[in-house]
């Protein structure tokens, strides 16, 4: 059962217990108001009685010695006071005064009502006031309760609207564990997610515009050339030709990268294909341009699986990783690959001879237009390891580095069988 369902049903269930409760409890305190009355009422007649029969038989002073014994012992409000107006003496008592005449003279004998009949006005409408009191305080503890968190909600939105990524609201609901705690968690996730994925496009845009700067500068130069020396004209022509190809590369890697993290809730356009069989023609191919290097590929490749994939997205990321390792490990070396399979999953390491990279950047070569720092310069544009990723986490699967005991560097790619349906917890590219 949700936690704010619970918190709801406490207080609205303790509210209607309180006013039944302050209902119960009026009713029982007005029930004995009237016996309360009539015994006041009785007290009050009784001493009004005494004091005139005292009066009318032994005088004012024992009257009013009795009065004054009275109030030290009980303090009841009586008086004795003299009427100039002997008539006043035919008036009628009433419950409050009594009136003496003695010896000529006319007396009163008063004793106050204490009891308020202001209670007795007031007493039907107690449980109303009561109810609608309790109800109040509990409505507001409830919009209290639920007004807070809309308006930090609400603050939040603003700010992603006004594109402030780095908002957090979370820590503005401590101590609270239900589903609007819950909501801010998912809502710091979302904005979280969002920071992430602006910093990535702004750094994307710094890195693509800084890697065609190069092949423009030069083919500005090469213009520059011709005009002061046309004689040169094939051999600039050859090197524009070469920029032109880099610059050809340079958007296709991008595009290719652009359309797996724009395609990455688009379903894949799987076939069953061998994953062993496409990795051994890719390293067929890789084996003869390593000769150039004096590098051999060592391979520990047999078997088959089979597996539904996207060939293409399969194809590249192998291929990447494969031809990165060629790239990078020292001439005259070596590079071993080794596939290890189950039922469900094939992992396959390519290890190199290389300089590698330090341990705090395993994970930011993947990054677009990451290179190590120690990495020599060898081509390329720093976006092969991170389409490589891309692809294989649009199957389900994981791509990770590490850094082998004799040197060099390890990427390790763990494709899946069947793809699993994909995740933004595996979107870290």
Known sequence: MPRLFKKFFVIIWLTLAASVAIIILTLNF??????????EHQKREVILNLTENLLAKDGEDAARRFARTSEDTVSVGLTISKIADSGACTDRSTA???TVLKDGICYRISVPEQYSVILDKLGPFVPGFGILISSAISAAALARYLIGPVVHLRDGLSALAHGRF????????????????ALAHDFDSSAARLQQLQDAQQRLFHDVSHELRSPLSRLQAVGGVLRQSPAKLDAMLDRMDREVERLDALVGEVLTLARLTAGSRLPLKTQTLDVIDLLNEILGDAAFEAQARKVSITTNVDHSFLAEVEGELICRALENVIRNAVKYTAEHSQITVQCET????????????????????????????????????????????????????????????????????????????????????????
Do not use: W
């Open 342 to 429: 189950t039922d469900d999953l094939l992992k396959v390491c390519v290890a190199d001879q290389g300089p590698g990279v330090r341990r705090d950047e395993l994970e930011r070569i993947f990054q677009p237009f990451s290179r190590g720092n120690d990495a020599a310069p060898r081509g390329g544009y720093g976006l092969g390891l991170a389409i490589a990723r891309q692809a294989i986490e649009r199957h389900g699967g994981r791509v990770h580095a590490s850094l082998p005991d004799v040197g060099g560097l390890a990427i390790t790619l763990e494709i899946p069988r069947q793809p699993a349906i994909y995740s933004p917890a595996n979107d870290r590219g």
């Open 96 to 98: 409050e005064t009594r």
């Open 30 to 39: 007005f029930q004995t108001l009237p016996s309360a009355s009539k015994l």
């Open 166 to 181: 780095d908002v957090r609201i979370g820590h503005k609901m401590a101590g609270r564990k239900d589903e609007v705690s």
